[in-house]
């Protein structure tokens, strides 16, 4: 299993889209940057019940900012970490337009978490996670942001959900180390939420698992959305 492969592929992947990003074309990356900041979702189903306003938070798969920049207001701070080094050089630039001075970035490996243990209350996550093929790549994600976030503090993200009308899918617990496609190219797609879970819950140690599922968002061919949050 060559996990390395997979992940070299997606960095350059995310390397190429990041090059063409910009603060005049933002969609590059994203995809629609202003139609998913617009998309009433994210602001109801992400911190749903969940009062962040003096928080620290980490974005994992933070792209070109635009969650950063999007809930700045929301958190005391909002730091981000990314396969892309790419990405951080334009959410650098990203943030400094919106004068956000006091977020840290990170590049990461795209299986793990460069931070030490115990150091956020929120650590949220969209658009990414369902774009890893890789079972045990996105399981240890689970595992890191168990291990980044302090006592009591959440997991909040996003995931497609129900599988696709459109583009390959691997299913949940499959390792699709080969495929030379992301960001929509070759996705996760599974319609059984007991598989987030035991993952979750049986496996790390989470609790207090809430989900809803929602009509899947703008550029997206999966058939749902669903929004999760754990508590550590």
């Given at each position: 299993?060559?996990?390395?492969?997979?992940?070299?592929?997606?960095k350059?992947?995310?390397?190429?889209?990041?090059?063409?990003w910009?603060?005049?074309?933002?969609d590059?990356?994203?995809?629609?940057?202003?139609?998913?900041?617009?998309?009433?979702?994210?602001?109801?189903?992400?911190?749903?019940?969940?009062?962040?306003?003096?928080?620290n938070?980490?974005?994992?798969?933070?792209?070109?900012?635009r969650?950063?920049?999007?809930?700045?207001?929301?958190?005391?701070?909002?730091?981000g970490?990314?396969?892309?080094?790419?990405?951080?050089?334009?959410a650098?630039?990203?943030?400094?337009?919106s004068?956000?001075?006091?977020?840290?970035?990170?590049?990461?490996?795209?299986?793990?978490?460069?931070?030490n243990?115990?150091?956020?209350?929120?650590?949220?996550?969209?658009i990414c996670?369902?774009?890893?093929?890789?079972?045990?790549?996105?399981?240890?994600?689970?595992?890191e942001?168990?291990?980044v976030l302090k006592?009591?503090?959440?997991?909040c993200?996003?995931?497609?959900?129900?599988?696709?009308d459109?583009?390959?899918t691997?299913?949940?617990?499959?390792?699709m180390?080969?495929?030379?496609?992301?960001?929509?190219?070759?996705?996760?797609?599974?319609d059984?939420?007991n598989?987030?879970i035991?993952?979750?819950?049986?496996?790390?140690g989470?609790?207090?698992?809430?989900?809803?599922?929602r009509?899947?968002?703008?550029?997206?061919?999966?058939?749902?959305?669903?929004?999760?949050?754990?508590?550590?």
């Open positions: 299993m060559n996990l390395e492969k997979y992940l070299n592929m997606q350059n992947v995310y390397n190429e889209y990041a090059n063409s910009s603060l005049q074309n933002r590059y990356v994203v995809g629609t940057y202003d139609d998913h900041n617009n998309w009433p979702d994210y602001d109801v189903f992400l911190f749903k019940g969940l009062e962040t306003k003096n928080l938070a980490l974005e994992y798969g933070c792209g070109p900012g969650n950063i920049v999007k809930f700045n207001d929301k958190f005391s701070r909002i730091d970490v990314d396969i892309s080094e790419i990405c951080i050089e334009k650098k630039e990203n943030l400094n337009n004068e956000i001075k006091n977020s840290n970035l990170y590049v990461c490996d795209g299986k793990s978490i460069p931070i243990d115990e150091i956020y209350d929120i650590l949220f996550s969209v996670l369902q774009h890893i093929a890789c079972y045990s790549i996105r399981f240890n994600i689970f595992k942001a168990f291990r006592k009591n503090g959440y997991f993200f996003q995931l497609g959900f129900g599988g696709k459109s583009g390959n691997a299913d949940y617990y499959s390792d180390t080969d495929v030379t496609e992301t960001n929509g190219g070759f996705d996760v797609g599974f059984n939420e598989f987030l035991d993952d979750l819950i049986n496996k790390i989470f609790k207090n698992y809430k989900s809803d599922i009509p899947t968002g703008p550029g997206d061919g999966h058939k749902n959305w669903i929004w999760v949050q754990v508590q550590k």
